[in-house]
């Protein structure tokens, strides 16, 4: 049994006549007939009987009629959900981040998109980019601002802007203002570091970063969050390497370095499934949070 039939049965049943039910969905009556005799052994009963001229339904029919309106009105409901555009999209809409693009980027772009979609329910997680990689795929996630560079299969990327990783180094006086003063890699050789873990993405740049310059990095310690590293090398456990953008702001126990000739980035990027049946809204949202959060590269 399927749609199709149902559809036919119920035309038969309007029409009492298999020709003008024929007529009605430019289907052949011998293709009609042949619908209805197998929609009858599948259910192993009679759907209409002979009235002279006209089909009379059997009680069966009747009770059939009843079902199949009923699964054809949820069909119908189904089709509008899913087709429907992104204005009129009223299912929560799953969006995930690292903390410094959220902290730092997203406050007022988030705003604004909630005036310009104010039906929209917006979940939004944070959690490191391979996380938010693996959220998308299972399509646990609608959309992304993830960290490049980073394998995107089966992904559309939408780049946005360029963030410097600076390299930390602790002090013992307070820090006002804001200067990146040059390092040696023998200094970076020398020093005891604070990073994240190694299975992140940030580590993995950070690791082809020490490569490049030729350091073999002695790792002291490891932790996921930015603001807790950034705290570590405050209070003396070591080096790190951190996004500029969680630099700013208070006066500070580090002075920030960038390494000469070895400028260490990262590209912020908005991600989605790649999918031929994406939401609508998913694009929409996409294409304003691209205007909202796009900076010219340095």
Partial sequence: MDVRQLQLFLAVLDCASVTRAAERVNLTPGAVSLQLHSLAAELNTELFVRAGKRLAPTAAAWRLAERAREVLNQLHLIEQEFESGAMDDRHPFHFATGATALIHHLGRPLRKLRKQFPHLGIDIMVCPTEEMVAGLLERRFDLALISLPYPSDNLETVPLFEEELLVLKPSLDRISGWHVAPAEPAELGKASFVLYPKRSNMRSMIDSFFKEI?????????????????????????????????????????????????????????????????????????????????????
């Avoid at 908005?270 to 796009?294: C, E, I, K």
């Fill in 214 to 298: 030729d350091v073999a990095p002695r790792v002291v310690m490891e932790a996921d969050d930015t603001e807790a590293l950034k705290k570590l090398v405050e209070t003396g456990f070591g080096y790190s390497i951190l996004p500029e953008y969680a630099l700013h702001g208070h006066p500070h126990y580090f002075h920030a370095l960038r390494v000469k000739g070895h400028r260490l980035v990262r590209v912020q990027a908005l991600a989605m499934a790649r999918s031929p049946h994406r939401r609508a809204l998913t694009d929409a949202v996409a294409r304003f949070l691209q205007m909202s959060l796009s900076i010219p590269r340095k």
